[in-house]
């Protein structure tokens, strides 16, 4: 299991073009993928889950990647992120 934490810089936070394109690249990994803060996780491949998270500017997310290529994936993603959002 490999865990990643990001902080949203994105003023809008994340909202429907963003989720979705979070979901798109997360999307590309055969395993599990759990987004969310400490109260709530949601499976990240899906849409609804995510963007239910109400994740603002400056809100800190764990993203939790377990099956094969995790720490592959864990490595694409935060490049995402500090791309995206």
Excluded: S
């Excluded at 996780?41 to 099956?67: A, N, Q, S």
């Amino acid at each position: 299991m490999k865990v990643i934490k990001y902080v949203i810089r994105d003023e809008a936070g994340i909202h429907a073009r963003p989720a979705g394109l979070l979901v798109k690249a997360l999307g590309e990994f055969p395993g599990e993928v759990l987004v969310g803060t400490p109260k709530k996780m949601v499976d990240g491949k899906r849409i609804f889950g995510i963007m239910g998270l109400g994740l603002k500017c400056g809100d800190e997310i764990t993203l939790t990647f377990d099956g094969t290529g995790e720490k592959e994936a864990a490595e694409r993603i935060m490049a995402f992120l500090g791309d995206n959002l």
